[in-house]
């Protein structure tokens, strides 16, 4: 973890040979947040209570890397308790913001060390189930990427007339656009 963005107490309790870190995840779904952390107790940071989870599993690394790349994880949580399936079925999760932090319990009053940076504010992805009949076991896993997913993606409404559809049933405007030769340019003289 670069110290860029960590403040002097991070950078101090990150350097120690003997640290507690702890990761704070933030999801927002339909305009309210629910908070939850990795740690082996509830976390109170920023008005904000995260209960700790006990069938968390853990996140995929997080790679850092100074090219135009597109930061990706997955969430992984226990399936084998079904409130957790029911949650992922009954919430829409794509494009949702997820934001996780990494913190630092102090070793000295095991309290949260102020300012938890934020090692990835990104968009969900549709929740995977997996499961293995013959060990038992089932894991929740939502893929995350960084905001920065979409750049690349042109903005507004496509000229066709599958999409006219969408928006306007019965509309005949942009039936036989496909079949058209010329490059239209909008706008252009």
Known sequence: MSG??????????AAKPSSQPVHLF?????????YATDAYREIVWNGNTYPA????????????TADLKVSQTAVVLSGVDQSEIAGVLTH??????????????????????????SIL??????????????????????????HWI??????????????QQIWFPGDLGFEFVSRLNKDIKWGAK
């Open 53 to 64: 989870v006990g069938h968390f599993i853990g996140f995929d690394q997080i790679e850092e």
């Open 26 to 34: 933030e999801l927002y779904l339909d305009g309210a947040a629910t």
């Open 92 to 117: 829409n999760y794509i494009d949702r913001r997820l934001v996780i932090r990494k913190a630092f319990l102090s070793t000295l009053d095991d309290t949260v060390i102020i300012d938890p940076i």
């Open 121 to 146: 504010d990104g968009r969900c992805d549709a929740p995977v189930i997996e499961e293995d009949p013959d060990s038992g076991t089932c894991t929740v896993s939502v893929p995350v990427s960084s």
């Open 150 to 163: 979409d750049f690349e993606r042109t903005p507004g409404r496509h000229t066709n007339h599958d999409e």
């Open 4 to 13: 860029r963005g960590a403040s002097q107490a991070v950078q101090a309790e």
